[in-house]
């Protein structure tokens, strides 16, 4: 990963202030602020750079010129969204509240700053010491010198943000969590949510939720209630989150384990990738005890629970990626799938009745990023569980002998967009599938023979391999997907194994299913 | 603390910041990186290690090492 960071004043390269930042973290820092405008609106510049780093010195004389610049930048920052941008701000001290609240302000009508991959902050915590007149006027660096090292601080943390996974999905208790009090005794009127000072808490604790829903988190819920009344409750008291923003939501009196088990399943995800949140000590560790790798945050005290969003990296998002705002709808196409599956039991006259539609994709300049993901994030369905830089799959890609194909999907319920990413090793007239990722949401449904079919008929000619490395990230769906009978065991070493891919029976009547 | 004490550290400056070899007549520009941006680098490196201040004015004006030596003994 590569940055650019650069400020409106002089960023002073004195005492090799910046080497840490250049050398380590991959940085260019460069003092001419008109190259940050530059940078982010010249295609080159911004295929070169993961983050864009501002700081922004703002006293009476520029703030308003400022602001113009950056808001003039708003459609670049909305077009390149997988790109992450962090301003910084630094405003003098004699600057006051209401023109810094204007600033913000002038920000928030423009949607700016509600966007994940465009973070505002200000320096804040700072004395009069820590700005010098002197500098401002000679060096055109209106602090002391030992200012860069507060400013290096800044960057560092955001950068390690951005290495952060973030998680997928939250899971909420209701009473004491979303609101005050136990709904069934003291009923829907008395619960503390909204008005009073403790209300509040509970309904900033929402809204706090409602945005990270926006940023692609799942948000679900496990609770031991009446559902009918906890979304009798949330109506009538105008709750900031309703019925709609959770997903395969479990308001019953089952033990939470087993409901958060169950949900797991259902999505396919990961534990680890997992945070339930609840006020009950008991239950916490009753969660943690049945699934070990869950993340659990215990709210004890309501004053706190804000904060505790805050704080954890996990919840932080600096990139989002049209996939992930996607990403709800998907996944309720995907528990409508399912409910429907278990209604009329696995045939494929049922896979038949889907209508389901599978296609090559080449890759593009605008697919990349989605290719990019799927061999990053994907690990069940991985048969390499490579992993790639921007750069390395960028040489892949250039290289006349491999080859880098996409699948999409489409069925009855919906556009799941792109589901899968492969590529191909051409060794003469063998061919050897090196990396196959098929993304977990649509795994088991003949999707993943369909894709195989595909590639086999590419080139009539040619004898296809397909790779597999084993791991224990990747050692149930694959290891019984390659039980089928066109697969045959070629080779083995170690933990890598290599199948020949034939064309049986089996294979060629999927086709009949799509 | 000394003149010479003072000469030594300025050197190590020098050293440091710009990686030249300067002497005790050295002036500005003798230097491709002793330009108005290395002086000032120079400038606030002495004010960090001596713990001095220099105001506006002797910011603007110094311009030598015999100048900077003899403002930090007269500050320390």
């Known amino acids: 990963m590569k940055h650019f960071i650069t400020s409106n004043f002089n960023l002073m390269h004195s005492n090799n202030a910046w080497d840490t930042i250049k050398k380590k973290y991959n940085s260019l820092v460069d003092h001419n602020f008109n190259y940050y405008f530059f940078a982010i609106k010249n295609k080159e510049y911004l295929k070169k750079y993961d983050s864009f780093h501002v700081f922004l010195y703002l006293d009476e004389s520029n703030l308003v010129e400022t602001r113009k610049k950056i808001l003039f930048l708003k459609n670049e920052f909305k077009k390149n969204s997988n790109k992450s941008y962090f301003l910084y701000l630094i405003f003098d001290p004699s600057e006051n509240i209401d023109s810094r609240n204007s600033f913000y302000k002038s920000f928030s009508k423009l949607n700016i700053s509600s966007r994940t991959n465009v973070s505002i902050e200000t320096i804040n915590n700072l004395n009069k010491k820590f700005f010098n007149l002197r500098n401002k006027t000679i060096l055109s660096f209106p602090f002391e010198i ?14 390690s943000y951005l290495n952060i996974k973030p998680y997928k999905l939250i899971i909420l208790d209701c009473d004491n969590t979303l609101w005050g009090g136990v709904l069934d005794e003291r009923g829907i009127k008395n619960i503390d949510y909204g008005e009073d000072e403790i209300g509040k808490i509970f309904k900033e604790f929402q809204s706090q939720l409602l945005i990270l829903k926006k940023k692609g988190f799942l948000l679900s819920l496990s609770s031991k209630n009446n559902s009918e009344k906890v979304w009798e409750a949330m109506r009538k008291r105008n709750m900031v989150l309703s019925k709609k923003d959770f997903i395969l939501p479990k308001v019953n009196w089952y033990e939470k384990y087993q409901n958060i088990k169950s949900t797991l399943k259902e999505l396919n995800l990961r534990a680890e990738d997992v945070v339930f949140i609840d006020d009950n000590f008991i239950e916490i560790k009753k969660v943690k005890e049945f699934i070990k790798k869950i993340n659990v945050i215990h709210l004890n005290e309501p004053f706190d629970s804000v904060k505790k969003l805050k704080t954890d990296l996990r919840f932080q998002k600096n990139k989002v990626l049209k996939e992930d705002k996607k990403k709800l709808h998907q996944y309720k196409i995907k528990s409508k799938f399912d409910s429907e599956k278990q209604k009329q039991g696995i045939s494929k006259e049922f896979f038949k009745s889907l209508r389901q539609k599978t296609k090559f994709i080449k890759i593009n300049k605008s ?8 061999f990053n994030k994907t690990n069940q369905f991985n048969f390499s569980l490579n992993r790639y830089t921007e750069s390395k799959l960028k040489k892949i890609i250039s290289n006349k002998n491999y080859k880098l194909m996409l699948f999409d999907l489409k069925d009855k319920f919906g556009d799941h967009g792109i589901i899968s990413s492969c590529i191909f ?31 086999i008929n590419q080139n009539k000619g ?12 990747n050692n149930t769906l694959i290891p019984n997907f390659l039980k089928k009978n066109f697969f ?6 170690k933990k890598e194994q290599e199948y020949e891919i034939i064309k ?5 009547d999927v086709k009949k299913i799509f | ?30 230097f491709e990186k002793w330009d108005s941006m290395g002086n000032f680098n120079i400038l606030l490196a002495v004010e960090k290690l001596f713990k001095i201040k220099f105001t506006s004015r002797e910011f603007n004006q110094i311009k030598s090492f015999k100048e900077i030596l003899k403002i930090v003994e007269k500050k320390k």
């Open chain 1, 146 to 159: 030992d200012a860069i090292s507060k400013f290096k601080v800044n960057i560092i943390k955001n950068l």
């Open chain 1, 367 to 374: 697919n990349f990023s989605r290719a990019l993901q799927i």
């Open chain 1, 425 to 455: 090793e051409k060794k003469k007239n063998k061919i050897f599938i090196t990396d196959f990722a098929v993304s977990c949401r649509v795994i088991s449904r003949y999707v993943e023979d369909y894709m195989i079919y595909l590639i």
């Open chain 1, 462 to 473: 040619s004898k296809y391999y397909i790779n597999f490395k084993k791991s224990n990230l």
């Open chain 1, 488 to 493: 045959r065991l070629n080779k083995k070493f």
């Open chain 1, 504 to 508: 049986s029976k089996e294979l060629t």
């Open chain 2, 1 to 30: 603390m000394s003149k010479k004490y003072f000469k030594k550290e300025l050197l190590k400056i020098f050293k440091k910041e710009l990686n030249i070899k300067v002497n005790l007549n050295s002036k500005m520009y003798d």
